[in-house]
């Protein structure tokens, strides 16, 4: 009895032991098969927005602006916003045929094109954060939360330039994605190209690459290298 016990309380704890590497091997898996997944989920939905707008445009014959092409989007797939099941932000660029093609934040294959999309967008929504936060507590805040591709993002303040210009894959100090900011007369900003309390600095990086915007000479970083600024 106490042999068989011995042996069954050792087959209970290799089958537990098994059943924890199974759970430890399966968490990667599944995190690689939920992304794969949605990226061609958003890929499809991104595909039918495109061709509604193509329809739309050869219809019409004539040169859309964006605010047209924003409605007709909506128009084709009311749920823009959700056209990403990962929360990735679309936005709407123009190609060479002129036509408006929606391109997801997160998924897009170039990638110095998708951060340079999210840069620009995030500062966008920097400002709008940092006017809400100086309105309601009228003083300057150390950082700020936006929600950009579906996820919260904090861009922290900062008193000088950052050695960040390239991906934080390849930048010690720095993991994942992250967001700064300065502002004019902050530390040691004073480039006299904005009002003082603007900001004058902002830098937004991912794994892969980084965008960086100085009032003095605009857009930066290895995402802009090669990129013709029109």
């Not at 045929?97 to 110095?112: A, Q, S, V």
């Amino acid at each position: 009895m106490g042999n068989r016990g011995g042996i069954n309380r050792a087959t209970a704890i290799l089958l537990a032991l098994i059943g924890v590497m199974l759970v430890v091997i399966s968490i990667p898996a599944y995190r690689i098969f939920r992304y794969r997944s949605q990226k061609t989920a958003c890929i499809q939905s991104l595909k039918s927005a495109g061709d509604g707008l193509i329809i739309e445009y050869l219809s019409r014959f004539e040169e859309d602006s964006l605010e047209n092409a924003m409605k007709t989007l909506d128009e084709v797939m009311p749920e823009r916003p959700n056209l990403c099941p990962a929360g990735g932000t679309v936005y709407l660029i123009k190609n060479d045929l002129g036509i408006y093609e929606p391109i997801c934040g997160l998924h897009e294959t170039d990638r110095k094109l998708r951060v340079r999309l999210n840069a620009s967008r995030g500062m966008e929504l920097l400002r709008e954060a940092l006017k809400q936060a100086r309105d309601a507590d009228g003083v300057e805040p150390e950082s700020v939360e936006i929600e950009l591709n579906g996820k919260p993002l904090e861009c922290v303040r900062v008193g000088e330039v950052l050695d960040l210009r390239r991906g934080t894959a390849t930048t010690n100090g720095y993991k994942g994605i992250v967001c700064y900011y300065g502002l004019e007369g902050d530390g040691s900003f004073a480039t006299g190209k904005v009002n003082s309390g603007d900001i004058c600095y902002f830098v937004y990086a991912d794994e892969d690459h980084a965008a960086v915007w100085h009032a003095k000479n605009g857009w930066t970083g290895d995402a802009y290298m090669g990129v013709e600024i029109k």
